[in-house]
């Protein structure tokens, strides 16, 4: 049974070109799922065959999730998980029935994204370059480039040399799966990126041949774990009272975008999402931007 979730997973790498974290969350969820279904029940043996598992035994799994305390969109990506995972079972025909067939996955309401003000954007970029460290030209670098570009973390982290053209002024950027796109760089960033080349990239670099564009004191590619800890950092360090985290800027980003007439569909292009419906959640950022910018004028004119 646990050699279907690999063959599953494999099948998602190659097929589908999911992320790591993808993966490492469909590895989770359906880990749990096995152990569920693989436990002895009273005098019952667990089963030992994925065909072996009926409709109500997945109910049951989701119920469990919820009685155990998991959020609704955890319980959610659980389910959706399971499914998938029985879809693939069913076409590769290891089983004949899906036993996931009118088993709906928990509604839930979606979060709507949050963006910082241009103000607590300048203070969050203004704080690396009060101190004179390698490190810090390498973070003044990132900050820039990520709301420069409203690209992942995930895909900044994971940027080469041969990635970024300065000169052209574009950043080629690799996303989810496949899909490659070319992002042009603000000025700014382009400047920052170029401080942080000409001189603080030597001093952290350890082996001459290393790729990666961003490094970490020991001279390794940043991981995006670190780089939420520079940013949380830095977000204190300037008293933003507002959570924030490198996907905040890529929210931001989109955010001001829109606010600054830029259309759908090139902000979609630029954030590289695949359905537009998942790029116009950003226009109530927008909207609510203009209604607070009118309110203020409002306001100073009744003065």
């Excluded at 969350?25 to 994925?50: C, E, I, K, M």
């Excluded at 940027?159 to 300065?166: A, G, S, T, V, Y």
Aim: aromatic share 8%; proline share 5%.
């Amino acid at each position: 049974m646990e050699a279907s979730i690999t063959d599953f997973l494999n099948f998602l790498t190659l097929e589908k070109g999911f992320s790591g974290n993808t993966l490492a969350a469909y590895r989770n969820d359906l880990t749990q799922f096995f152990d569920f279904v693989h436990r002895p029940l009273g005098d019952a043996p667990g089963l030992s065959s994925w065909a072996a598992v009926t409709r109500p035994l997945v109910a049951a799994f989701v119920v469990s999730l919820k009685e155990r305390g998991y959020a609704p969109a955890t319980v959610a990506r659980k389910t959706a998980a399971v499914k998938s995972f029985f879809h693939f079972l069913l076409a590769e025909g290891a089983i004949g029935v899906d036993p996931t067939e009118g088993i709906d996955s928990p509604k839930v309401g979606r979060v709507l994204p949050r963006a910082i003000s241009e103000r607590e954007v300048d203070a969050l970029l203004e704080q690396p370059g009060k101190l004179n460290t390698p490190e810090a030209m390498r973070d003044r670098a990132m900050l820039q480039l990520l709301y420069a570009t409203g690209m992942r973390v995930t895909e900044l982290v994971s940027l080469n040399l041969d990635d970024i053209n300065l000169q052209a002024g574009y950043v080629r950027c690799l996303g989810r799966g496949p899909k490659e796109r070319l992002i042009p760089i603000h000025p700014e960033a382009a400047a920052a990126v170029a401080d942080y080349l000409q001189g603080a990239r030597n001093q952290l670099l350890r082996r001459r041949h290393e790729p990666a564009l961003f490094l970490n004191h020991r001279g390794e590619r940043l991981t995006r774990q670190g780089f939420w800890l520079i940013v949380k950092a830095y977000s204190k360090a300037a008293n933003i009272e507002t959570e924030i985290t490198p996907h905040t800027l890529r929210h931001t980003f989109a955010a001001h975008m829109l606010t600054s007439g830029a259309d759908l569909r090139s902000l979609q292009e630029l954030l590289g999402h695949a359905n537009i419906s998942t790029t116009q959640i950003y226009t109530h950022l927008a909207n609510k931007r203009l209604e607070k910018a009118f309110s203020s004028a409002e306001t100073r004119r009744a003065k």
